[in-house]
């Protein structure tokens, strides 16, 4: 994984409350083995009209080159649904680092974050703040602070992560990352009690 400390971008506004994982990665789009090809296939349901992408939806959001960053602006439940891991997989292969939401679904949150995707819950009122802003609005996301700060207001607000998590994302670490680079620690704590 990249290392993630400081993201400023415009963002992605998708008010919609639910988001089930089957809208952010449909099922039949599951039968690869590695991560990657899944972004072109975010909310595919939501952005054309049939399987060819012939007809994309004009009024569906990611239609809109008026919109892009790297941050996704979501209503609240995002990642409900099913456990599929590719769901964190398509918003990361689409180019999204973080999702903005007052709530998250336990697994996604989880899939989120083992993937190298920031899940930043804020607060009902704040996330209204963030989805009346204009389309050329920025976010700046800090990890090292624990912050999302709306930059042309200046208003922000703090979120959790679990420290061990932070630790993965700051570092570039998934699971066994971590481990190595304890190694020494390790040793040397092994040494001791021998």
């Avoid at 988001?19 to 090809?37: N, Y």
């Avoid at 809109?64 to 990361?92: D, M, T």
């Avoid at 939401?101 to 963030?130: C, M, Q, W």
């Avoid at 200046?154 to 420290?163: H, R």
Wanted: proline share 5%; aromatic share 10%.
């Amino acid at each position: 994984m990249q290392p993630i400390d400081i993201i400023k971008s415009t963002f992605v506004p998708l008010p919609m409350e639910n988001i089930d994982t089957d809208q952010i990665i449909p099922a039949r789009f599951l039968k690869a083995t590695t991560r990657e090809g899944f972004g072109k296939n975010l909310f595919r349901d939501w952005r054309y009209e049939n399987d060819d992408e012939s007809t994309p939806r004009p009024h569906f959001i990611l239609n809109n080159p008026a919109y892009e960053g790297q941050i996704l602006v979501a209503g609240k439940n995002f990642g409900c649904g099913s456990s599929r891991e590719h769901a964190a997989w398509s918003i990361l292969d689409y180019g999204f680092r973080v999702v903005v939401s007052s709530f998250f679904a336990d697994i996604f949150k989880n899939n989120a974050l083992n993937n190298g995707v920031i899940p930043v819950t804020v607060s009902e009122s704040f996330l209204h703040i963030i989805l009346e802003q204009p389309e050329t609005a920025t976010l700046t996301i800090n990890l090292g602070e624990q912050s999302i700060t709306i930059d042309n207001t200046t208003q922000k607000e703090n979120f959790e992560i679990s420290s061990y998590k932070k630790t993965c994302l700051l570092n570039g670490y998934d699971d066994i990352d971590y481990l190595l680079s304890l190694k020494k620690e390790i040793l040397e704590f092994e040494e001791a009690r021998l």
